[in-house]
């Protein structure tokens, strides 16, 4: 058997490979270079072109481009209309910007347990904590699979919820053949550079509602309005404007936007490589009895932003940071996504306790993230599937 780094044996790479990275060419530094040039850093014509790309990839009727994926979910959370007495259901297993949203309205995270196999939120566990209280539900495409659209919309109309849609893992991905981004009352995109598409920080919303698209419009950009319809003293006095609730400054640069115009023009290019790796990784994978490999549903075709390396403890003689800290030795950098939300300290200062969501616990010391972006080469993957084999080797039970 091979001596593992940590041991003192060689690496099986000489370099260190992280789990995900932008990738950006000369187009890209040339539409910002453009730009730079332009008479436009912010409220310019980027956001306008970027807005219809958006549009055009999702399907969906409007979109509001924004300065981050937690700005996106925060005007959602806000134009659902969730508030102080409210209930909202969502995934532990998430990135806590997705429960974070509900707390910023005043509203009350609930969270629902995981499927097992696919880590996204179960409809069934969301039908068990529902109450006169519920108002809606974050549902996350976790890893970038989409979440079960047909049994949560069901739900959704049953109890007259609002779907808010965390779609950061997922742009690109459809559901039974539509895109994410048409599917939810809202959804949320990320466009953080780790991410399938990057704007070096931004995100979105779409909807197909125009009313939810003028509300979070307006929430964009300090509650204040040029429509005249909108206003409470409207005149025709050009430089008139009136702010008539309370909103922020969450506008994307035109900056930003012209490096993600110049991205969604690589985004099938991107994808199509992600597939491939991730279909490398999964038959590697499903051969080995000590790995789980993650279930996608058939009615998702998924562009997989995160690749999650998940260990059958009952089959190893370690636990998840010994192999993580193996897997580091090896020079393969990979990362946890994620704790379970309601394990921060700042939601059990809130009084959530651990028990609540066994399969979301289980899964979280099961799990890492393998390196998955489209600059990765064959042999990079090669590594990656090398060194798991070789912990494996060394930790079979
Ligand atoms: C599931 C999920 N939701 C929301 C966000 C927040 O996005 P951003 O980092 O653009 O604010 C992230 C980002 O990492 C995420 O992974």
Same mark, same amino acid.
């Given at each position: 058997m091979e001596r593992l780094a940590i041991f003192g044996g060689i690496p099986v790479r000489e370099t260190p490979l992280g789990y995900g990275r932008q990738y950006i060419d000369e187009d890209d530094i040339k539409a910002v270079a453009e730009?730079?040039?332009?008479?436009?850093?912010?409220?310019?014509p980027k956001i306008?072109?970027?807005?219809?790309?958006?549009?055009?990839?999702?399907?969906?009727?409007?979109?509001?481009?924004?300065?981050?994926?937690?700005?996106?979910?925060?005007?959602?959370?806000?134009?659902?209309?969730f508030q102080e007495g409210d209930e909202v259901i969502v995934s532990p297993i998430t990135f806590a910007a997705s429960a974070n949203c509900i707390l910023y309205c005043g509203a009350k995270p609930v969270f629902a347990d995981i499927n097992p196999e696919t880590y996204n939120i179960d409809p069934a566990s969301i039908e068990k904590l529902i109450t006169p209280r519920t108002k809606g539900i974050v549902a996350v495409d976790y890893t970038g699979q989409s979440v079960e659209h047909n049994a949560i919309g069901n739900i959704c109309?049953?109890?007259?919820?609002?779907?808010?849609?965390?779609?950061?893992?997922?742009?690109?991905?459809?559901?039974?053949?539509?895109?994410?981004?048409?599917?939810a009352d809202m959804t949320c995109?990320?466009?953080?550079?780790?991410?399938?598409?990057?704007?070096?920080?931004?995100?979105?919303?779409?909807?197909?509602?125009?009313k939810l698209y003028r509300r979070l419009l307006r929430l964009r950009a300090h509650g204040i309005t040029r429509s005249r319809d909108e206003m409470v003293h409207p005149t025709d006095a050009l430089w008139y404007n009136e702010q008539v609730e309370l909103g922020f400054n969450y506008r994307m640069t035109d900056i930003q936007a012209a490096l993600l115009v110049s991205q969604f023009g690589k985004l099938e290019k991107f994808a199509a490589r992600r597939k491939e790796?991730?279909?490398?990784?999964?038959?590697?994978?499903?051969?080995?009895?000590?790995?789980?490999v993650q279930r996608e549903i058939p009615e998702s075709d998924t562009v997989r932003h995160?690749?999650?390396?998940?260990?059958?403890?009952?089959?190893?003689?370690?636990?998840?940071?010994?192999?993580?800290?193996?897997?580091? &030795? /090896?020079?393969? @950098?990979?990362? +946890?996504?994620? =704790? $379970?939300?309601?394990?921060?300290?700042?939601?059990?200062?809130?009084?959530?306790?651990k028990g609540i969501c066994?399969? &979301? /616990?289980?899964? @979280?010391?099961? +799990?890492?993230? =393998? $390196?998955?972006?489209?600059?990765?080469?064959?042999?990079?993957?090669?590594?990656?599937?090398?060194?798991?084999?070789?912990?494996?080797?060394? @930790?079979?039970?």
């Open positions: 730009t730079l040039r332009s008479d436009n850093l912010t409220c310019g306008q072109a970027v807005e219809e790309k958006i549009c055009e990839v999702t399907g969906a009727e409007y979109a509001v481009a924004v300065s981050n994926g937690t700005a996106a979910l925060h005007l959602a959370a806000l134009t659902a209309g109309r049953r109890y007259g919820l609002t779907l808010i849609e965390d779609a950061a893992h997922a742009i690109g991905t459809r559901y039974q053949g539509r895109p994410i981004g048409s599917i995109f990320s466009f953080h550079p780790v991410k399938t598409i990057t704007a070096g920080e931004g995100g979105a919303v779409t909807t197909n509602d125009e790796i991730v279909a490398g990784y999964d038959a590697a994978f499903a051969e080995m009895p000590e790995i789980f995160l690749y999650i390396l998940r260990l059958k403890p009952e089959a190893l003689n370690c636990d998840r940071r010994q192999f993580f800290d193996a897997l580091r &030795a /090896e020079n393969i @950098y990979s990362q +946890v996504h994620y =704790l $379970p939300v309601y394990w921060h300290s700042y939601y059990e200062k809130l009084g959530y306790e066994p399969n &979301a /616990e289980k899964y @979280y010391e099961e +799990v890492m993230s =393998l $390196p998955l972006f489209y600059g990765m080469t064959d042999a990079d993957a090669e590594d990656v599937i090398s060194a798991v084999k070789k912990i494996v080797a060394h @930790y079979r039970r």
